[in-house]
């Protein structure tokens, strides 16, 4: 625990606990903080003035990160037939049909996203209480429903980020690793925080982005200031 708290007082040192950073000076703290054995995740997150168990304020989306996220994802693909070897061929990881959904009732879950095509909603439904509250559940809206399974698959490889508003308001995701430039960094929380921004829901009142802050898996907290950023 003491070597804990030395660890984090040396990474607080000469940082100002109340400042508002902009994303650029963030990273470069950041970046040049990180002392760690592994290749740290820098991370976004963002407090919204929403309240998510009203339907007209959750705030849910995907995006594309310009530089990808550093870590490789794995891919279930619900599919029969041609759809099944299309998604193959794209990378996934895991493909099958009722098999695959029952790998999953007996607690296989060796993926982060579930693709699946329409056809097989009928399989995969059975399985919303095990895959709905891990956010693995296919979604039309976010392009996890799809015939499109070579593009789907190959998005979520190549590091497409899902974002989903959590209980007390809080969207957060990775942005990337410590080792990327920082170009890269802050290009790809621009976009996450771009996205989240986009996706304000017709429910919100007053304040959307009330704060926002950055950090790394053993890093400081950053706090971001928010009219910095465009948008509310």
């Known amino acids: 625990m003491a070597k804990t708290a030395k660890r984090m007082q040396k990474a607080w040192d000469g ?22 054995k592994f290749d740290e995740t820098i991370e976004v997150a963002m407090n919204l003035g929403v309240d998510p168990r009203h339907a007209d304020q959750m705030v849910r989306g995907v995006v594309a990160l310009p530089h ?13 037939g041609p759809k099944a070897e299309e998604a193959e061929k794209a990378g996934a990881d895991v493909v099958g049909a009722e098999d695959l959904m029952e790998a999953i009732q007996k607690g296989e879950i060796n993926f982060e996203r579930c693709i699946a095509t ?16 891990k956010g693995l559940m296919p979604n039309p809206k976010l392009g996890t429903v799809t015939m499109d399974v ?19 308001g809080i969207v957060h995701g990775g942005v990337g690793k410590a080792s990327f430039d920082e170009a890269q960094i802050i290009e790809n929380a621009k976009a996450f925080i771009g996205a989240v921004i986009k996706a304000k829901p017709t ?3 007053g304040t ?5 802050g950055m950090t790394s898996s053993m890093g400081p907290g950053l706090k971001i200031d928010v009219a910095t950023l465009g948008g509310e």
Do not use: C, H, I
Not at 118 to 133: E, Q
Not at 150 to 168: D, I, L, P, S
């Open 203 to 205: 429910g919100a009142k």
């Open 15 to 36: 940082l100002d606990r109340e400042k508002l950073y902009s994303v650029e000076e963030a990273v470069k703290e950041l970046k040049g903080r990180s002392a760690t």
């Open 150 to 168: 070579k593009g789907a698959v190959e998005a979520a490889k190549a590091g497409q980020v899902e974002y989903r508003v959590e209980k007390a």
């Open 68 to 80: 990808g996220t550093g870590k490789s994802v794995r891919v279930a693909v619900f599919a029969r």
């Open 208 to 212: 959307y982005v009330k704060k926002v």
């Open 118 to 133: 329409p056809d097989m909603m009928a399989v995969v439904g059975r399985l919303g209480k095990v895959l709905g509250p």
